[in-house]
């Protein structure tokens, strides 16, 4: 199944953002239409009921009968529904009788509720004109004029108008709607082609270069300019792929057994330390009696005893050094840590004393007992091989001046030859002066 893509779901989320604009728009404009429809509609009916009123008392001046009057009435009332002014309209008298009715005349009609009690207010003296009843359910409201004349009972008219109509007001609101429904899609359109270039389209260039990236070229290089935080992005992605490639050459060259840095690494640390002028103490490392006891023991125990050397440097950045320290595995039992000339000491004083602790603990009883392994020299003769200890060499720029890694070296070579006529675990610092 194919999945969804980011350009699908922008132009979905356009979609019903249009919708949902386009239905608040219409639903104000609905809202608006009907009270405006209504407030017409009022006023057309104060104006007609108005006219009515007028035309009735000119009506009752007249020297005709009553008959004859309600005739004149009849017709005027008749002209106004014709031309749509009113819904219906009927007349009662004083019984709540319906006398007249422009829906036609039903024997014996009589007035509903609202009939009744406009007429007992009329009995009790009180004005009616302009009474008005809203009927919801059938969307029409009406109003009450009282039909006087000299020395007789009064008749009551009922005027019917109608509401707003919801299908007249969106019939003015559709036009409006329609208009704006294409513009809002044209601008939802354009949009769309916007993101999809100025997002979608660097997603993209990003999910290739990773793709590239993956396949092994970690030289690749990205350019998103465009001034925001995809270009921050891009910067963010070049500066791993170069953080992957120092990675790749620190794994290329850190030594198999320990995962601790090599020789290019390590020259390079030193190199860089000096450039910037860093005062800075370069700590060697040689186990003394090793190939005695990597003869006896075997290369296993051999490669433990390194791999726990490499582990008691770790932990003595770790407790006393600090987070620019630097350990580093030349190869063999050849070990090297950079740190800075004030945290020398405690750094290989930890060294000596844990590494006396533990590398004990790989001998037999009995050689530790006596105190020594017996052994072939390098001349072949066989003898005795105190336990192992450790012998630090410290080469710093704090007392001479250091141009190169290579002088660092040869220094080196030359404190540890002092370091290892030393009994046991020690450090010699080299001290001399230019």
Request: hydrophobic share 40%; net charge neutral.
């Amino acid at each position: 199944m194919k999945a969804i893509t980011l350009k699908s779901r922008i132009i979905v989320l356009l979609t019903i953002f249009t919708i949902i604009v386009i239905g608040i728009f219409i639903t104000v404009q609905l809202a608006h239409e009907l009270k405006m429809v209504n407030k017409y509609n009022e006023n057309q009916a104060q104006i007609v009921s108005l006219a009515l009123g007028n035309t009735w008392d000119r009506i009752a001046g007249l020297n005709v009968s009553r008959d004859r009057k309600i005739d004149l009435f009849q017709t005027k009332i008749y002209s106004l529904k014709k031309a749509k002014s009113i819904t219906k309209a009927y007349i009662f008298n004083n019984l709540g009788r319906v006398v007249f009715s422009t829906e036609g005349l039903m024997p014996e009609a009589r007035g509903d509720y609202d009939d009744f009690n406009i007429m007992n207010k009329l009995d009790k003296g009180e004005t009616i004109r302009g009474e008005t009843v809203v009927d919801e359910q059938q969307k029409l409201f009406s109003i009450y004029i009282p039909l006087r004349e000299a020395d007789a009972s009064p008749f009551i008219l009922r005027v019917f108008f109608s509401l707003g109509d919801i299908w007249a007001a969106f019939n003015q609101v559709y036009n409006p709607a329609l208009t704006m429904g294409i513009l809002l899609v044209l601008v939802s359109i354009v949009l769309g082609f916007l993101l999809a270039r100025l997002v979608i389209g660097p997603i993209r260039v990003f999910n290739e270069a990773a793709k590239t990236v993956a396949s092994g070229r970690l030289d690749l290089r990205v350019d998103v300019p465009t001034g925001d935080e995809l270009e921050e992005l891009s910067d963010t992605f070049n500066y791993m792929t170069k953080e992957l490639i120092k990675m790749k050459e620190r794994a290329e060259n850190a030594n198999p057994l320990t995962k601790l840095p090599g020789n290019v690494m390590i020259q390079e640390e030193a190199e860089r330390r000096i450039k910037v002028g860093e005062k800075f103490t370069v700590i060697y490392c040689d186990l003394d009696n090793f190939k005695a006891f990597n003869d006896k023991y075997g290369i296993h125990k051999g490669d433990d005893a390194i791999k726990l050397t490499g582990k008691i440097f770790r932990e003595a950045v770790e407790a006393k050094g600090g987070a620019d320290d630097f350990v580093g595995h030349e190869g063999g039992d050849d070990f090297l840590l950079v740190t800075k000339p004030e945290r020398t000491e405690a750094i290989t004083q930890y060294i000596t004393s844990e590494f006396d602790k533990r590398v004990r603990a790989f001998y037999d009883k009995e050689d530790l007992q006596q105190g020594y392994i017996v052994a072939h020299a390098r001349d072949g003769a066989v003898k005795e091989f105190p336990i192992m200890t450790i012998s630090l060499a410290g080469v710093s720029n704090q007392f001479r001046h250091i141009e190169s890694y290579a002088e660092i070296t040869n220094i080196a070579a030359e404190i540890k030859k002092v370091a290892k006529k030393k009994e046991g675990s020690c450090f010699v610092l080299d001290k001399r002066k230019d």
